[in-house]
């Protein structure tokens, strides 16, 4: 039986950060910066600046570049040279491009997944997809989701593509983490998602064909992406608007 991915405990919102010290390790850090991110005390798309942010949390540049590329590697930030670091923001039409390369991209793993899955993997998925299935916390069930599907990679044997989706799709979940954290903070609750599209792909890759598969993944994704495209532009707004 896999265990629920482990969540940390939200900051109090009335501070910007939460205090680091001077003997902190990088994993505080982090953890101070994810705080910051999921509480709504750092919007999408704001700049993250290195040498205030390290006088304020009272811990060396090195020590804090390094808790930022995690962050970066969860997909909570981007960055780049021209920018620099951003917390992580998805507009609906990038969200698009994602979901039609990760169709491409996960419609083959799971077809191989449905070729070479074994009696032990069928019933880890199983047990996966129930946990998702009960899972009442919406932190949690968007961690159990990108762990199931994450497994689901892992079984097709292919490393590059599970290496591939990886990158593709940590932004995406990351983007739901910050909408369900908003969400838990008493703002607009998301649209329920339509229920019972993870067992039916769970289903078709332990039982079914490749072909199957391929297609129970292309629902699955379409459908979730269409039930809550409208809420990821609102949200944005939002966030948006927050920084002014």
Known sequence: MPKPARILPMPDPSSRFEKVNKESTRDKVYRSLRNAILSGQLHCGERVKEIPLAQELGVSRAILREAMQQLIHDGLLESNSYRGARVIELRPEQIDEIIEARILLEGRAVRLATERIQNSQREELQAFERLLNKEKDPLKAGQLDLLLH???????????????????????????????????????????????????????????????????????????????????????????????
């Open 150 to 244: 994450q497994r689901i990679w892992r079984i097709s044997g292919q490393a590059m593509i599970e290496k591939l989706l990886l990158q593709l799709t940590s932004p995406l979940f990351a983007m739901s983490l910050l909408m369900r954290s908003a969400e838990t903070r008493g703002h607009e609750q998301m649209p329920a998602l339509p229920r019972g599209t993870h067992k039916r792909l769970v289903d078709a890759i332990c039982f079914g064909t490749p072909a199957k598969a391929a297609q129970e993944l292309e629902a699955h994704l379409t459908e979730n992406w269409t039930a809550i495209r409208r809420r990821v532009a609102e949200f944005v707004a939002r966030e948006e608007a927050g920084k002014l």
